[in-house]
């Protein structure tokens, strides 16, 4: 006679949990295009604020990979989009209908996704209170968000622009603090679009993600799904030429020209001191503005550990060097890890960027030569 009381007791114990996950659950319905067929069940998620950059499980804001079976069954269509040749194109996961990884330097990465949901996930204030929470910041209100609310055009319409920056517990400071994202709603669906990751990082992209919502779009019928692209990579030790002679210059004697290491550098140099020190020479280009100066050169002042400063104090801290026809705008950052000297410039439709770090003392014997090279620097594509 012990079971059936041993059995109700547990039944009363599973009961309880689950009013208690009641109040924790999130249930989401991921859009089709079709009536027909039975409606899809939901897919809950236990933990609706954990997304984080690399498309982790849990985010509710997630989507449909193209091509997945819960995608083929709903009917969801493909997309096209024009993403900056620097983004890198992720391999779709946690349902999302596209995804990219943002590389800065010093480590810093942003996570950039597209993915769809019902209207019914609870509107357009709880979207972005949800985004607000996941970075630790306080609920706004509909008076707030009217208040503050800024809008770009996207091909669903209207898209509300969301950017939210805080920290929460044990978050890295190089790969989360700030979500730049557009909301739009169509007469069913909700459509997100969302960058996280560093801040500086994402203040940087900020006007390549704007572009970038804009050039979403259905693809064509019958286009196939972009594959994932593999960076070709050149054998171990094989210096890589730079690049395809757009940006030409005079090698300082004892810099030597090494594989780029990554797709956003056009260049890489290294220097070696005589006491075994060494530094690197980053040549980098990106589409557009790239932000403005104050964003850059708080980016870099933070990379040397040193505290921001403000639009007032940044004019004493910027010199102009000449390359032949073009002028650039240099840096010189010393802190107490590592001296930092920049120079950029915007040539066409792109912004360069010549960053030299290493230890305060071999870069103060490197700085003549840095200038040399930056005054060899010739742009051989017209403007």
């Known amino acids: 006679m012990k079971c059936p009381y041993f059995f109700l007791g547990c039944l009363v114990i599973l009961s309880a949990a689950a009013c208690k996950q009641d109040r924790e659950i999130m249930v989401y319905r991921v859009a089709r295009e079709t009536a027909q067929g039975p409606e899809a069940q939901p897919s809950p998620t236990t933990d609706p604020h954990a997304a984080m950059p690399g498309g982790a499980p849990g985010d509710p804001h997630a989507g449909l990979a193209p091509g997945s079976p819960a995608a083929v069954s709903n009917n969801i269509p493909r997309f096209a989009d024009n993403p900056p040749a620097h983004w890198k194109k992720q391999a779709l996961a946690s349902m999302r209908l596209a995804s990219y990884l943002i590389e800065g330097d010093g480590g810093a990465v942003a996570d950039v996704s597209f993915s769809t949901l019902r209207r019914g996930s609870g509107g357009m204030l709880a979207n972005v209170n949800r985004w607000r929470e996941q970075l630790g910041q306080p609920a706004i209100d509909e008076a707030a968000l009217k208040q503050t609310s800024q809008t770009i055009n996207t091909f669903f319409g209207e898209g509300l622009v969301v950017d939210v920056k805080g920290t929460v517990p044990d978050a890295e400071a190089a790969k989360d603090g700030r979500i730049v994202g557009v909301i739009a709603e169509t007469e069913n669906e909700a459509w997100f679009f969302k960058m996280r990751g560093n801040p500086t990082l994402a203040a940087v992209e900020k006007e390549n993600f704007f572009k970038w919502v804009g050039s979403v779009k259905p693809a064509e019928p019958g286009a196939a799904p972009a594959a994932v692209a593999v960076p070709a990579v050149p054998p171990a030790g094989a210096p890589r030429p730079a690049a395809d002679g757009t940006v030409t210059w005079k090698l300082p004697d004892g810099w030597k020209l090494a594989p780029a290491a990554g797709s956003m550098r056009y260049a890489t140099l290294n220097i070696s001191g005589a006491d075994g020190t060494t530094a690197e020479l980053a040549v980098t280009h990106f589409p557009g503005e790239v932000g403005g100066d104050l964003e850059k050169v708080n980016y870099w002042r933070d990379q040397a550990a040193l505290k921001p400063v403000d639009a007032a104090g940044l004019a004493p801290l910027i010199t102009k060097l000449t390359a032949g026809p073009q002028s650039l705008s240099t840096i010189d950052i010393?802190?107490?890890?590592?001296?930092?000297?920049?120079?950029?410039?915007?040539?066409?439709?792109?912004?360069?960027?010549?960053?030299?770090?290493?230890?305060?003392?071999?870069?103060?014997?490197e700085k003549a030569r840095f200038t040399a090279f930056i005054d060899s620097v010739r742009f051989n594509q017209p403007e």
Do not use: E, V, Y
């Open 334 to 365: 010393t802190g107490p890890k590592l001296r930092l000297i920049a120079a950029w410039t915007r040539h066409g439709p792109d912004t360069w960027f010549f960053k030299l770090t290493g230890p305060d003392p071999l870069l103060a014997a």
